[in-house]
């Protein structure tokens, strides 16, 4: 079963807009990572965010955390068309394994 | 460094062959794991490694074998291949203290027919 859930499924946006995708989770979590996956590559690390987090920023990706609510965002500000990709929320909860959603298809259009 | 290798990055199987799906990796990683893409599934994990001579199954484990004879490698085998195994496959490394953040190879496409 999956342990993230991302939403909307997948999103379009013009070029210049801000892009914003969401992840809920059912238990509870140490960490929860975001990645990206451009067509036929693999999933590359974004931003990892500790559970005693509640915003973390790296360059043009803000990442918020709520915890009471089991919810994540993920905004991307100024969308770029190189920005277009799959985005996956992952949560780790202590141990070894690291569960990922079923990500948010993203399209910026140019 | 080359990070994560995946070969090959293609494969077309028939029903009940078998064949291996090789990883390898140059950061030093104790943790590795394998895991499976399908649409609209995200990934999820066949088998992983703690370290050399240590694996554990997944969340999918049924239909695949894996080994760690070395820190680098960590082939995936196909034991008879199905069409249900047609899908897209992902090799990982991590470190025990990196916090849980993983690095992928390529992928390798794999379709049973």
């Known amino acids: 079963s999956q342990q993230g859930e991302e939403d909307p499924q997948a999103l379009s946006i013009q070029e210049g807009e801000n892009a914003t995708m969401n992840c809920s989770y059912k238990t509870s979590i140490n960490n929860l990572q975001w990645y990206r996956q451009n067509s036929g590559r693999g999933l590359v690390h974004l931003i990892l965010i500790r559970s005693n987090e509640r915003e973390k920023h790296s360059g043009r990706l803000r990442v918020t955390l709520d915890t009471s609510k089991k919810s994540s965002s993920l905004l991307i500000t100024a969308s770029r068309a190189a920005d277009t990709a799959s985005y996956f929320c992952?949560?780790?909860?202590?141990?070894?394994?690291?569960?990922f959603g079923a990500g948010t298809r993203l399209f910026v259009k140019a | 460094n080359a990070g994560v290798t995946q070969t090959p990055k293609f494969q077309v199987l028939k029903t009940g062959q078998s064949m291996t799906l090789q990883c390898a990796q140059d950061?030093?990683?104790?943790?590795m794991s394998w895991y499976r893409q399908d649409p609209g599934m995200g990934l999820r994990l066949i088998h992983y490694s703690v370290g050399a001579g240590i694996t554990d199954q997944g969340e999918v484990p049924n239909g695949y074998n894996v080994s760690r004879s070395t820190t680098e490698d960590f082939p995936l085998r196909l034991l008879s291949a199905a069409p249900s195994q047609t899908s897209v496959y992902f090799c990982?490394?991590?470190?025990?203290?990196?916090?849980?953040?993983?690095?992928f190879g390529a992928g390798t496409r794999l379709s049973v027919l």
């Open positions: 950061m030093n990683h104790e943790y």
């Open positions: 990982a490394s991590r470190s025990p203290t990196g916090g849980g953040i993983q690095y």
């Open positions: 992952a949560t780790g909860t202590g141990g070894f394994k690291t569960i």
